[in-house]
């Protein structure tokens, strides 16, 4: 019997599996063990509901997907391998300088990610530091608006909900419940585990914390998220879902 495949997409919760740290491994690496899933798909940074979508419609059809849905203001980076928050930009003036020469940091918004001078692929892509930001100023001056942002989330929503449910794939949804609209409850596709949502939250890497795991969720929150999704996953097993 062929192994069944496993996408765990969406945004950085998703993001950590195949390695160890501090003794810990990932709610994801703790699902394949368990069920000797084959891992198809993972999330990235930041990742946005178009990134999302367009994992979907790019690798085959998996037999369940965990889906880790975005917010709105996460911007999909198509050449990167995350994404970007554009709240975390102020107006190119507050930012960045382009006649400014030698400077290695920016403290964005306040300690916010400085991307470019943490990510190897951003950098490979954007060259220098100034194509990178005034993309995404201009971008933001230009293109942007909450609203438009905004519906275009709802959309890639919807879609990805038909999509999962044209493909039948089975799927476990994790929306952040503020980021859906009351006329959005619900996904015809698959469960609304909320709930796995505020683990992840409540058990959030600190500033001060010893130990910082790559999707920023202590050791603990990775067991109780797995408990979560392993009992759900047994059932949908055991009713046939997949």
Same mark, same amino acid.
């Given at each position: 019997?062929?192994?069944?495949?496993?996408?765990?997409?969406?945004?950085?919760?998703?993001?950590?599996?195949?390695?160890?740290?501090?003794?810990?491994?990932?709610?994801? !690496?703790?699902?394949?063990?368990?069920?000797?899933?084959?891992?198809?798909?993972?999330?990235?940074?930041?990742?946005?509901?178009?990134?999302?979508?367009?994992?979907?419609?790019?690798?085959?059809?998996?037999?369940?997907?965990?889906?880790?849905?975005?917010?709105?203001?996460?911007?999909?980076?198509?050449?990167?391998?995350?994404?970007?928050?554009?709240?975390?930009?102020?107006?190119?003036?507050?930012?960045?300088?382009?006649?400014?020469?030698?400077?290695?940091?920016?403290?964005?918004?306040?300690?916010?990610?400085?991307?470019?001078?943490?990510?190897?692929?951003?950098?490979?892509?954007? !060259?220098?530091?100034?194509?990178?930001?005034?993309?995404?100023?201009?971008?933001?001056?230009?293109?942007?608006?909450?609203?438009?942002?905004?519906?275009?989330?709802?959309?890639?929503?919807?879609?990805?909900?038909?999509?999962?449910?044209?493909?039948?794939?089975?799927?476990?949804?994790?929306?952040?419940?503020?980021?859906?609209?009351?006329?959005?409850?619900?996904?015809?596709?698959?469960?609304?585990?909320?709930?796995?949502?505020?683990?992840?939250? !409540?058990?959030?890497?600190?500033?001060?914390?010893?130990?910082?795991?790559?999707?920023?969720?202590?050791?603990?929150?990775?067991?109780?998220?797995?408990?979560?999704?392993?009992?759900?996953?047994?059932?949908?097993?055991?009713?046939?879902?997949?």
């Amino acid at each position: 019997m062929a192994r069944r495949k496993l996408a765990v997409i969406g945004h950085s919760t998703a993001s950590w599996a195949g390695t160890e740290v501090n003794g810990s491994i990932s709610f994801i !690496d703790l699902l394949l063990n368990h069920f000797a899933f084959i891992l198809v798909a993972k999330g990235v940074n930041e990742g946005s509901e178009d990134r999302t979508l367009d994992v979907l419609k790019n690798i085959d059809p998996p037999d369940i997907c965990v889906i880790f849905h975005s917010s709105p203001q996460h911007i999909y980076l198509p050449s990167c391998k995350r994404d970007i928050n554009i709240k975390k930009f102020n107006r190119a003036e507050h930012v960045f300088d382009p006649r400014v020469k030698g400077v290695e940091h920016y403290d964005w918004d306040q300690g916010s990610i400085p991307y470019f001078t943490r990510s190897q692929d951003v950098r490979d892509t954007f !060259d220098e530091d100034w194509i990178f930001i005034q993309t995404v100023m201009l971008y933001k001056r230009f293109l942007y608006t909450p609203e438009s942002r905004q519906n275009q989330f709802y959309g890639s929503l919807q879609q990805i909900d038909q999509y999962c449910l044209a493909k039948n794939i089975a799927v476990i949804h994790v929306p952040q419940a503020d980021n859906f609209p009351p006329w959005l409850k619900k996904m015809k596709s698959g469960k609304m585990m909320p709930e796995i949502a505020k683990i992840a939250n !409540d058990y959030m890497g600190k500033p001060g914390d010893e130990v910082r795991y790559p999707n920023n969720v202590n050791a603990e929150g990775q067991t109780l998220i797995y408990q979560i999704l392993a009992r759900e996953i047994e059932e949908m097993i055991a009713s046939g879902k997949i």
